[in-house]
């Protein structure tokens, strides 16, 4: 009698009851609970959500009278979609290889037979391990997979975003309080493909989202092809999904997935370069710096026409319109401050899209802060790491081995966090960590002056000490000052033993001409040499002292008197205009 009455009470909804069914993948049966609305109609989407670890399909598919599951069968009905929800072998996912990937393209083609559904609008999403597997799917099948919807799960190990991927969209949610997958590790994920999607690095976040009280709804976008990155922060959530009256998983899944399809008719347009959230800084002690011109470049093309224009936008100011390839201009005399470049492409047939980067000018007063260690596992922005087999650009985390950064939890310790870098092959500058490489989204453009750089280090696993060589190089690899330090503290190998501060270090140095400069760690040139850099890197600059040089002071003979014409150039005599600098400290002007 029960069973009869909720058959009835699903054919009120409209709703045909889940059915189980069965497909052979690469020799294994299968199975999978579907759900397909009566009047579903042709061309159809299709949404697939997958379980968590020890759960099954029948669990998470159940929803319609629990209040703790994804309940979507309401939702699937209204909007006319196909929902499937997979059985795991044995519980569980592959969230590294082919099997599970495999089982989902064999229910899109069976879907697509079956119902006739559309193969540019098919939605993944995942709770818990079918969430790690959702994040797997978009380097594996972005091609079939028109938008992603991960729930309270993450790559343990470390997001990835493969270069040549398309433009992901992403809608994340997420508990504060979850037990399971910790909040905190939601937001690193998401990093790796705000960068990837070039979304803005600042979201737009909206509080209380739709009147529920603590929640929040991260936006980050639009960024190439339009895409965005969200993430739906539930407070005090633990780890399940959310059915409140204001915030209900399902619908907040539906209503962003279905904006978005493979077969778009509108252009596609991307901005190659500079990368999202990339940082030009221009420092110099008289804090009267220019900054460099930066040149943007993009990409567009159109599934259906041709693309008639490509604009060039900083804010809202016109840059260039570009009506043939390359599509380039130059940002040129900028201010400090936030910067939304953006490109938009015009088709024949006047549809447009837009891609956006966002890019900081900063222009340091005083003394200028190089570090950003505050995050285990990760390399910071700005930073390069290389130990003579992997180099590893910031931002990027999830690292669980090898150069990043790693956090301290002894009783006494000279720091919480430290930047990690070591040399395996023992080769010379084979393992360093650099700050103001290309690729890594800092650039540092300083102009004439004098430096002192601070810095405190220590070594990793060195009983017998290694040296640390610091420098300073132009991006081309040419080092204009270098400094030798060798570490008394050894940390031991364990983030748990106890150390004391390392001593501050100091290493000054001198600029003749405006150029975009690297700052450089090297470990020693010895096989699995290490380094630990401390927290806290500074930079700060001073005038030079300029007057009028007398014989009485200009001691020719002196080894340490070196001159340079206006052009930074190096001159023998004295006599000519030109730039004294002695003992690397005072510099006058003649």
């Known amino acids: 009698m029960k069973q ?82 997979p059985n795991g072998i044995n519980k569980s996912w592959d969230t590294g290889g082919d099997r599970d990937i495999n089982f989902i393209k064999a229910i899109i083609d069976k879907m697509v037979t079956q119902h006739n559904i559309d193969r540019n609008r098919v939605y993944l999403g995942g709770f818990s391990m079918g969430g790690m597997l959702t994040y797997h799917a978009m380097n594996k099948i972005p091609d079939l997979i028109a938008a992603f919807a991960p729930c309270s799960g993450y790559p343990m190990g470390g997001a990835t975003a493969n270069a040549n ?55 980050w976008g639009p960024g190439n092809d339009g895409v965005e990155v969200r993430l739906l922060e539930l407070p005090n959530k633990g780890h399940w999904i959310c059915k409140e009256k204001q915030v209900y998983t399902g619908k907040e899944i539906w209503n962003f997935c279905k904006r978005f399809s493979l077969n778009k008719t509108s252009p596609n347009v991307k901005i190659t370069a500079p990368a999202t959230g990339g940082k030009f800084i221009s420092y110099g002690p008289k804090n009267e710096v220019t900054f460099p011109d930066i040149t943007i470049t993009a990409t567009a093309d159109d599934p259906n026409g ?34 939304k470049l953006k490109a938009v492409a015009t088709d024949n047939d006047g549809e447009t899209s837009t891609a956006s980067v966002e890019v900081t000018l900063q222009a340091p007063t005083t003394t200028l802060s190089l570090s950003g260690f505050s995050e285990a596992n990760a390399i910071p922005a700005g930073w390069t790491t ?31 966090y430290g930047l990690y870098i070591r040399n395996i092959n023992g080769n010379a500058k084979q393992g360093y960590a650099k700050f103001g490489l290309s690729g890594a989204g800092t650039t540092l453009s300083l102009a004439p002056g004098h430096y002192t750089l601070k810095y405190k280090v220590c070594n990793w696993n060195m009983a017998n000490f290694g040296e640390v060589e610091v420098c300073v190089e132009t991006r081309a690899g040419k080092s204009i000052a270098s400094q030798t330090y060798t570490p008394n503290i050894n940390i031991g190998n364990k983030t748990s033993n106890d150390f004391s501060t390392p001593a501050q270090q100091t290493f ?83």
């Open 306 to 339: 041709t693309v008639e224009k490509v604009e060039f936008y900083d804010g809202t100011t016109l840059l260039a319109t570009c009506t043939a390839k390359p599509y380039k201009t130059t940002l040129s005399g900028a201010k400090a401050g936030k910067h």
């Open 4 to 85: 009869n009455f909720l058959l009835l009470f699903l054919f009120v909804l409209g709703l045909m009851p889940a059915k189980a069914d069965n497909i052979t993948v690469d020799g294994t049966s299968r199975s999978y609970n579907v759900i397909v609305p009566n009047n579903l109609g042709e061309n159809r989407p299709l949404l697939i959500f997958c379980h968590g670890y020890n759960q099954d399909a029948g669990w998470m598919q159940n929803s319609e009278f629990k209040n703790d599951q994804v309940s979507m069968e309401a939702v699937c009905d209204t909007a006319k979609f196909v929902c499937v929800f």
């Open 386 to 416: 290389y130990d003579s087999s992997e180099k590893r650009t910031g931002y990027s985390g999830g690292y669980s081995s090898g150069c990043r950064v790693l956090e301290f939890t002894g009783t006494t310790k000279g720091f919480n």
């Open 165 to 219: 991927v398309r433009a992901i969209p992403i809608l994340h949610i997420h508990g504060t309080s979850d037990e399971t997958c910790a909040f905190s590790g939601a937001q690193p994920a998401l990093n790796v493909w705000i960068n990837h999607n070039g979304c803005p690095t600042t979201a737009q976040v909206t509080n209380n989202y739709n009147g529920f009280s603590g929640c929040k709804m991260h936006v």
């Open 508 to 590: 000054e140095f001198d600029v003749t001409e405006q150029d975009d400069y690297v700052i450089a760690f090297y470990s020693a040139a010895s096989e699995w040499s290490d380094c630990i850099i401390g927290p806290v890197v500074s930079l700060a600059g001073k005038n030079y002292v300029t007057t009028e040089i007398g014989a009485q002071i200009v001691d020719r003979k002196s080894s340490d008197c070196k001159w340079f014409d206006l052009q930074g150039r190096r001159v023998d005599s004295p006599q000519k205009p030109g730039i004294y600098i002695s003992n690397g400290k005072k510099i006058y002007k003649r």
